[in-house]
């Protein structure tokens, strides 16, 4: 059975930092790409960041510079560290896997909450 499981979430103040994990069991962590999507009140889901099997990252414009995306492949983990958090990033986090073979898995998400 496969499980993403996502932590790190809470309610921070503008300009603080979290850092937010995904523990993933059931797969064989390394073949796969992880993504963070966050879903934001009211609006669709969005890509966040990604980190390839190989390590190469990618950010959404509105994270780039603050949020850092990184894998532990000897704990079946990926982070997210998030600094200077604004409001707009209030959202549920998802984590999100992926392989060349079409295999796909979702997290149940953790809020991140962003006081002004």
């Known amino acids: 059975q496969v499980q993403l499981v996502e932590s790190g979430g809470g309610l921070v103040q503008r300009g603080g930092s979290l850092k937010l994990s995904c523990v993933a069991s059931?797969?064989?962590?390394?073949?796969?790409?992880m993504r963070w999507y966050r879903q934001p009140p009211g609006k669709e889901r969005e890509l966040v960041a990604t980190?390839?099997?190989?390590?190469?990252?990618n950010y959404a414009d509105s994270v780039k510079g603050r949020f850092t995306v990184s894998r532990d492949n000897a704990k079946n983990t990926v982070y997210l560290q998030m600094n200077s958090l604004q409001a707009e990033d209030t959202a549920v986090y998802y984590c999100?896997?992926?392989?060349?073979?079409?295999?796909?898995?979702w997290g149940q998400g953790t809020q991140v909450t962003v006081s002004s």
């Open positions: 980190i390839t099997r190989d390590g190469r990252t």
């Open positions: 059931g797969i064989i962590f390394n073949i796969y790409a």
């Open positions: 999100y896997c992926s392989n060349f073979g079409g295999s796909n898995y």
